[in-house]
């Protein structure tokens, strides 16, 4: 069983408020990601991370941002939520090149 | 660039049918694959997977196999059950955006008693 860990499971918030999305792996993994997944079930790589200080953004544009400062921890802020940002957020690590991913169980995010 | 085609769904099966999603994909070089499977209110969780051509993947009765001539991962299974009802989304990985997965849209399975 994959140890990587997502808080919180979910979370309403108002318009305008800041809020971080946790995300932490237990097996030292170097890279790190984070997905949206919008409700058609379709997952967006917005974040990823081939380790400590390393951070670049995906192939969805985000108006999230992220950091990495420890291996084991890769955080997701949005500074402002809006609507538009309500969906499911999935983070994920992996070990080495073309090896597979381990998923957190997600956030589920509603901004109202 | 590189993508990933599977079929859309839903699919709904009976219980004990044969199952087939099919998946091809676009990439240069020589990919890995994938299929995971979500649960509803889960995160992704890895079904099987091949890391070059011919091999084939497979876990829990589901089997995939890695065919470069079509460019394709078909995912099949004998026979389905309830518990089998899930999405499951067709991957691959070889090198692009930190190896990073590059998932089909997914495609949901119901399977009725």
């Known amino acids: 069983e994959a140890d990587i860990y997502q808080t919180p499971r979910y979370l309403v918030i108002g318009t305008g408020k800041k809020i971080t999305l946790e995300c932490s792996q237990t097996?030292?993994?170097?890279?790190m990601y984070w997905y949206q997944q919008d409700p058609g079930m379709e997952l967006h790589l917005i974040h990823y991370?081939?380790?400590?200080?390393?951070?670049e953004k995906g192939d969805l544009s985000s108006e999230s941002t992220v950091s990495r400062i420890r291996t084991e921890h890769f955080p997701l802020t949005l500074e402002s939520a809006r609507p538009s940002h309500t969906s499911q957020y999935l983070c994920a690590s992996s070990a080495k090149r073309n090896t597979e991913a381990f998923f957190g169980q997600g956030t589920r995010l509603t901004v109202v | 660039g590189d993508s990933v085609t599977q079929m859309e769904g839903p699919v709904t099966l009976s219980e004990e049918a044969f199952l087939t999603i099919n998946c091809t994909y676009t990439?240069?070089?020589?990919?890995?694959l994938f299929w995971y499977v979500q649960y509803p209110g889960e995160g992704l969780q890895l079904l099987l997977k091949?890391?070059?051509?011919?091999d084939k993947g497979s876990n829990k009765g589901f089997e995939a196999t890695y065919r470069k001539e079509t460019t394709s991962f078909h995912l099949e299974k004998g026979s389905v059950q309830v518990s089998d009802s899930a999405v499951y989304f067709c991957a691959l990985s070889d090198g692009n955006s930190g190896y990073a997965l590059n998932f089909g849209k997914g495609t949901s399975l119901l399977v009725t008693p």
């Open positions: 991370s081939y380790g400590v200080n390393s951070t």
């Open positions: 990439a240069t070089g020589y990919p890995s």
């Open positions: 091949a890391t070059k051509a011919d």
């Open positions: 097996m030292g993994h170097d890279k």
